[in-house]
């Protein structure tokens, strides 16, 4: 037994050898009160912006499709969405509630249970798709069916405390009858989708046959899901078969076009990178793998993303390129291709996601925010594409890099672009697009996207409460879709809720969308090959112009099994069996 004056010597001979010890772990504990309560601050203040947004669509726009917040007016879009030139408008079409729709999940995640209820009701009993409205099949399928199919998995969640016991699978009828719709796009000889679908006389006569790769290829989640939901297998296989066709089209290279002919299956525009027209294609890739546990789209994805890392990475940047040589075609900066650094952190990649992701904010900060198009070869300006229409790619690879490192500089860069977007686009009816970042001229649209996804991603950044022990993927629309063993089939043990440690302190990195999938963390490389930590073993470095490697660094690592690739005597990356 140890006598207290002992003790006290112990404590003394302590306190002289670390004099700072009270004092530091005291200000570590008011550093972390500190950054909690400018968290709680933030996320109120993210909260404000979303009702704003809300408040004035449902006053003003709704049920029409979206707000148009400078004369407080509405647009019937969805039968916009992708009409550049404005073809086929119906004459009769008068809305789908398109922003409402978008904006369930995001109540939801904000706890509004009872406007979520109110929506929910009245979509059951006023929401019909029996409309002569030819829509664009890849928008309707992120923006209406995914927000029907998670908000119906959201209202039956028993932990959500939702619609209680009134709930008649409501959401679910609406989008099975959606999903109906969708089908005669599909009735194609190479089983690819038309892009554009009358919903209620399906595909139109004299229909343009040509479609893009993310309209052929990101259909698989929310189509997928409803089969599951519905156990009407027909959503999924024709997805599916979609997405094999599309793969199979890839060039020697692993590359896809831009753009194709879902009559012969041939491309159209070969040209392509990771911004619009191909952006979700990947992204869903992974996801897929993620959500239903499939080997073959993992192996799908894994070739995809060495190929655009090979290809069109150079240093923090993404050119295009030819898919049939690898070539660089187009030098440019887009605002879609900001989403990149967010699937970056699903695989693992994290410093590479952080080399992007510092790019793209530095741009959102030279203009005050992301211009659509930025000329890199020029270092200017696109000079037709200088808008900015609320766009949530930056702030959701803010989120997701957040969630990996607990690195809250990613903080600050939230905190900066909320203030840029009351700053230079909130308005007294709502949120308005800029039409030029040069001059902020505003535009009179608020996109449903906005509230869907900027609103949620930059309050799931400051509060992230909705994401504590449960494991969501979210779509390409943010809509929120559950990782769950009966969807898989082979769930790996990181998915397993059961087997999750909860979370201590703030320190802990949490367990959230789906990152327990990291698939090959960085720890699990070792350094000293010229490779920074948190570089992933799909990290493959720049490529020189013949794709041909000199030594064993060009090559990376295979991310299958995390294994270190070589460089062959003849200029080839591989794993070679003696090695
Ligand atoms: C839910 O949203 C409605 C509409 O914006 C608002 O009136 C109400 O105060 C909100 N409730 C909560 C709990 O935030
Ligand atoms: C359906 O729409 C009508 C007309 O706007 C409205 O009166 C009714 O309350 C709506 N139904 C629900 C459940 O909200
Ligand atoms: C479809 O194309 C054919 C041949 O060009 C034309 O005769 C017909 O009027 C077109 N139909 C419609 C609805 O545009
Ligand atoms: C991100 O990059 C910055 C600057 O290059 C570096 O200081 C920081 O540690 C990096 N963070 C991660 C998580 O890699
Ligand atoms: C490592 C670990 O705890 N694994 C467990 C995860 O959960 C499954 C099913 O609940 C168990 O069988 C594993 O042993």
């Excluded at 998995?153 to 209680?164: K, M």
């Excluded at 191909?278 to 993992?298: C, M, N, P, Q, T």
């Excluded at 064993?552 to 690739?565: A, H, L, P, T, Y």
Aim: glycine share 6%; hydrophobic share 40%; with cysteine.
């Amino acid at each position: 037994m140890m006598l207290p004056s002992k003790i006290l010597t112990w404590v003394l001979l302590f306190l002289l050898i670390f004099p700072n010890f009270f004092h530091l772990s005291h200000s570590k504990l008011e550093s972390y009160s500190y950054l909690a309560a400018k968290r709680k601050r933030l996320s109120e203040k993210v909260r404000k912006m979303f009702y704003h947004a809300y408040d004035n669509y449902m006053m003003y726009a709704f049920p029409h499709d979206e707000l148009k917040p400078l004369t407080k007016a509405f647009t019937d879009s969805l039968s916009e969405l992708g009409n550049l030139k404005l073809e086929h408008l119906p004459q009769k079409y008068k809305g789908s509630a398109l922003s409402l729709i978008e904006s369930l999940s995001s109540l939801v995640i904000l706890g509004n249970h009872t406007e979520f209820e109110k929506g929910v009701f009245w979509l059951s009993e006023n929401l019909t798709f029996d409309v002569d409205a030819r829509i664009n099949l890849f928008e309707c399928n992120i923006r209406v069916l995914g927000g029907l199919v998670s908000a119906h998995i959201l209202a039956t969640d028993s932990t959500n405390r939702l619609v209680q016991g009134t709930y008649k699978n409501q959401l679910l009828d609406l989008a099975e009858d959606l999903g109906r719709r969708f089908l005669p796009a599909f009735d194609t000889p190479t089983g690819l989708p038309y892009a554009w679908v009358n919903l209620k006389y399906g595909v139109m006569e004299n229909e343009t046959t040509e479609t893009s790769t993310s309209g052929c290829g990101s259909l698989i989640l929310e189509m997928g899901a409803l089969s599951r939901l519905t156990g009407d297998p027909r959503f999924e296989s024709a997805a599916l078969r979609a997405l094999r066709k599309l793969w199979s089209m890839r060039s020697s290279l692993n590359l896809l076009g831009t753009t194709l002919d879902v009559a012969n299956g041939e491309w159209i525009e070969h040209s392509s990178g990771i911004g619009a027209g191909v952006d979700s294609f990947y992204e869903y890739l992974i996801k897929a793998h993620i959500l239903f546990g499939r080997e073959e789209f993992w192996r799908m994805f894994q070739s995809a993303y060495v190929a655009v890392q090979k290809y069109f990475r150079h240093g923090p940047w993404y050119h295009e390129a030819d898919m049939r040589t690898g070539k660089a075609t187009y030098w440019q900066l887009t605002s879609l291709q900001a989403f990149w650094p967010g699937v970056q952190v699903l695989v693992g990649d994290i410093a590479a996601a952080n080399m992007s992701h510092r790019e793209f904010y530095y741009v959102w900060n030279k203009y005050g925010v992301l211009p659509e198009r930025y000329l890199l070869d020029h270092q200017m300006l696109h000079p037709t594409e200088k808008y900015y229409p609320l766009r949530p790619e930056l702030v959701e690879s803010t989120f997701y890099l957040y969630q990996a490192t607990k690195d809250p500089w990613y903080m600050e860069v939230g905190q900066s672009i909320m203030e840029s977007l009351n700053l230079y686009t909130k308005v007294e009816g709502g949120f308005a697009s800029i039409r030029d970042v040069t001059t902020m001229e505003l535009e009179d649209h608020q996109h449903s996207f906005f509230l869907s996804e900027t609103c949620k991603y930059l309050y799931l950044l400051f509060d992230d409460s909705f994401l504590v022990n449960r494991n969501y993927i979210f779509t390409t629309e943010g809509h929120p879709l559950p990782v769950l063993s009966s969807w898989h089939e082979r769930l790996p043990e990181a998915y397993i809720p059961s087997n999750w440690t909860y979370v201590k302190s703030e320190e802990q990195v949490k367990q959230a969308s789906a990152m327990s999938m990291r698939v090959c963390p960085a720890t699990s490389l070792d350094h000293g090959h010229g490779q920074q930590p948190g570089e992933s073993a799909c990290h493959i470095p720049d490529s020189r112009a013949d794709h041909r490697c000199f030594n064993d660094e060009d090559c990376g690592v295979d991310s299958s099994n995390c294994r270190r690739r070589s460089c062959s005597m003849a200029g080839y990356c591989g794993q070679w069996l003696f090695m």
